[in-house]
């Protein structure tokens, strides 16, 4: 379920995220909760959070999360590259279900769990201290801001060649109301007139 395939005539969707970012983390749900109630080819892709804001003015708390997403993403970036896309929709949700889901921050023990739970080689674990994956991480992340305009992020949807940023979800829709958000979703994108709709977030988040 988590390769979400389906048949040619399955609408394409492709999901940028940040393994650290927990917006994407709930968006990422929600779409695999649409590719169980219907046939989308869903696929993930790299938008590096670290990368977007290397040279931007933050608070420091923000900086500090920043700097240890370079590692998550870095690892990401180098699974897809070395073993594929399909690599990627393994170790992604690996990935974000102990950061997100429980909690667990401590990248050390998070990333080689995480790798094992997908499969791939341990040794990936050592991208998350090199730059070596950085030219593709930051060539993803650029794709994504073409697409949808550099003052945006994470999350970064595609469906079919119709991009947007978000949806911003705090909770993920389960059911039909997944559908609807889909469905409302992708038709706001298409209106070339329609650039944003926004409302004060509410307090915490749920992964639930």
Same mark, same amino acid.
């Given at each position: 379920m988590e390769d979400a395939l389906a048949d040619a005539s399955s609408p394409t969707v492709t999901a940028y995220v940040d393994p650290s970012c927990p917006f994407a983390w709930i968006t990422s749900r929600w779409l695999l909760e649409v590719a169980r109630l219907r046939p989308i080819? *869903? =696929? &993930?892709? %790299?938008? $590096? +959070?670290?990368v977007i804001n290397e040279h931007r003015e933050l608070e420091p708390w923000y900086r500090e999360f920043n700097d240890r997403a370079w590692g998550p993403a870095r690892v990401c970036a /180098?699974?897809?590259a070395h073993h594929g896309s399909a690599a990627l929709t393994r170790l992604y949700p690996a990935l974000g279900r102990r950061i997100h889901?429980? !909690?667990?921050?401590? +990248?050390?023990? %998070?990333v080689p769990a995480a790798l094992a739970e997908a499969g791939l080689p341990l040794d990936l674990a050592d991208a998350?201290?090199? #730059?070596? %994956?950085? @030219?593709l991480m930051r060539a993803s992340t650029a794709r994504a801001q073409? *697409? %949808?305009g550099e003052d945006l992020g994470t999350p970064t949807v595609v469906v079919d060649d119709v991009a947007f940023f978000g949806p911003v979800l705090t $909770?993920? @829709? =389960? !059911?039909?109301?997944? *559908? =609807?958000? &889909?469905? #409302?979703a992708r038709l706001l /994108?298409?209106? #070339?007139?329609f650039s944003e709709l926004k409302r004060t977030r509410a307090e915490g988040l749920s992964f639930a």
């Open positions: 080819a *869903l =696929r &993930f892709e %790299v938008m $590096s +959070l670290a /180098a699974a897809a889901d429980e !909690g667990d921050k401590n +990248l050390d023990t %998070v998350a201290h090199h #730059g070596d %994956v950085d @030219p073409e *697409l %949808v $909770s993920i @829709p =389960r !059911g039909d109301e997944a *559908l =609807r958000v &889909f469905d #409302g /994108a298409t209106c #070339g007139a």
